[in-house]
């Protein structure tokens, strides 16, 4: 129990402070809103587009730590956390724009 704790709460951690950082960032740039108009494809499926690329780049990133270079389980794990994070932010406020 405690080995599975020690592994996901660096992920959590990194998850929500990436998410915070990025509603931050946003607020002050408006990133969503220039991502949204780079994406060429209709408003209900940038949320999911969205979504799975920042699931995809954890994916990307195992990968490479198996096949290419050695990441430590620490490291994959905060920036899997990060990635997941940004990809759930930004997918979040397209959805929350949407329906405005």
């Not at 220039?34 to 990133?61: D, H, N, Y």
């Not at 490479?64 to 932010?89: D, K, M, Q």
Request: aromatic residues 12%.
């Amino acid at each position: 129990m405690y080995g599975l704790l020690s592994k996901i709460l660096p992920m959590i951690l990194s998850l929500a402070l990436s998410q915070f950082i990025y509603f931050k960032i946003d607020k002050r740039y408006g990133v969503t809103n220039k991502i949204s108009l780079k994406l060429k494809m209709r408003q209900e499926w940038k949320p999911t587009f969205c979504a799975c690329i920042g699931l995809l780049f954890p994916l990307v990133l195992g990968i490479i730590g198996i096949y290419v270079i050695e990441i430590p389980t620490t490291v994959y794990f905060i920036l899997c956390g990060i990635f997941t994070g940004i990809g759930i932010s930004i997918s979040n406020k397209i959805t929350i724009r949407k329906n405005i």
